[in-house]
């Protein structure tokens, strides 16, 4: 898919790339998903305790989009913390057969001088997604 979001740009603000980065998952714009992340940016989720590359995470993410076709990010908190922002929220949706997903979850993201988000640690109650996950 073509990247309609816009690029990035030196001084955006944490808020900013972050902004971007869930846009460009609700669209399901994977080109955009990969310029919102620096080369060499990690993304860690609590429930493996594994660093994913970027191209690790476009993979998880295009399983994401195809298992919850109209996801959204709700009921979304924000904390600036240093180098970037925190944020609560939950991930609602449907799935292809019609289960309702209803997923709190909290991102740490830290961001670059560039506006290039360098790290996620992403925090998910997998006990709420088991609809997601398949049971």
């Not at 060499?40 to 493996?48: E, G, K, L, T």
């Not at 979304?76 to 292809?96: C, E, L, S, Y």
């Amino acid at each position: 898919m073509v990247s309609r979001l816009g690029g990035y740009r030196r001084g955006m603000t944490a808020e900013d790339s972050l902004d971007h980065l869930l846009s460009a998952i609700v669209a399901g714009d994977t080109a955009a998903v990969r310029a919102a992340y620096h080369p060499d940016a990690r993304i860690w989720h609590n429930f493996d305790q594994v660093e994913q590359t970027v191209d690790e995470n476009l993979t998880t993410l295009s399983w994401f989009v195809r298992a919850l076709p109209d996801r959204r990010y709700e009921d979304v908190v924000r904390h600036r913390i240093a180098g970037g922002v925190a944020q609560q929220h939950v991930v609602r949706g449907t799935t292809p057969d019609g289960s309702k997903v209803e997923m709190p979850a909290c991102l740490f993201v830290w961001v670059g001088e560039d506006g290039l988000i360098t790290r996620i640690e992403e925090y998910v109650d997998t006990g709420q997604a088991a609809a997601l996950m398949g049971g």
